[in-house]
């Protein structure tokens, strides 16, 4: 469902994404890890077309975002790490909005909206405009407004940004029913708990490039670390950070 080939990203001289492969089957949840500034959000944007790579393809559901960008939209949710909306209109508008782009039938869409409200709780304000909305409510907005078209493939950058434990907890068993459902689910994140809990596949990249790819127990059989933890895994992949300068600093020492 998921098909990235040779993906290299350049901004002049750097290269934020470095000759990156990756294949996501259908119905796998894949979980794509890296500290800050290792490529993934980069990765996504050129997987949803908002930028185009310097070269390699990009295949979503067999299309290719740069050459038909159009068959790729239908097909996918996106769910970004911040929730760009229309902050003018009310909650229940934004959806009856994002039905009329993907034309739904009008009855069935309002039915599924209003039952999308009601599961991420934020059905009393369906009527109030969004800019009065927290930013936990409009990432749960956005999310609802993926589900309301039934894409067949998701794609979502730190999904749990800005949301309490219950409601953390919604989103995690509705990605699994999205699974079951045979949805395909690409997901980067730095909730080490996140991936390890869901996650068919998963894919750890640094400085542009993909350094190790597996299942949770491939991970744990080639990690050097000897860990069955997936924090210490990523730490001894990506190397773990030199406290001695933060610890003397709290205590007191030069």
Known sequence: MIELKHLVKK???????????????????????????????????IMT???????????????DIQKDPVSVKKIIGFIPDRPYIYEKLTGKEFLGFISGVFRLDKKSADKKAAELLELF????????????????????????????HDPA?????????????????????MFLDLKKAGKT??????????????????????????IAKGSMEELRASSKSGSSNL??????????????????YISGEK
């Open 185 to 210: 689910l690409f997901i980067s994140t730095h909730s080490l708990e996140i991936v390890e809990s869901l996650c068919n596949t998963i894919g750890i990249i640094q400085n542009g490039r993909m």
């Open 121 to 148: 709780e934020i059905d009393k304000w369906g009527d109030e405009l969004i800019e009065s909305y927290s930013h936990g409510m409009k990432q749960k907005l956005v999310m609802a407004s993926n589900i309301l």
């Open 11 to 45: 901004y002049g001289k750097f290269t934020a994404v470095d000759n990156l492969s990756i294949t996501v089957k259908k119905g796998e949840i894949f979980g794509f890890l890296g500290p800050n500034g290792a490529g993934k959000t980069t990765t996504i944007k």
């Open 49 to 63: 077309g908002l930028l185009k790579p310097t070269s390699g393809e990009a295949l979503i559901g067999g299309f």
């Open 153 to 173: 493939i998701y794609i979502i950058d730190e999904p749990m940004v800005g949301l309490d434990p219950k409601s953390a907890k919604i989103v995690r068993e």
């Open 231 to 248: 924090e210490d895994i990523f730490l001894s992949l990506t190397g773990a950070p030199d406290l001695t300068g933060v610890l003397n």
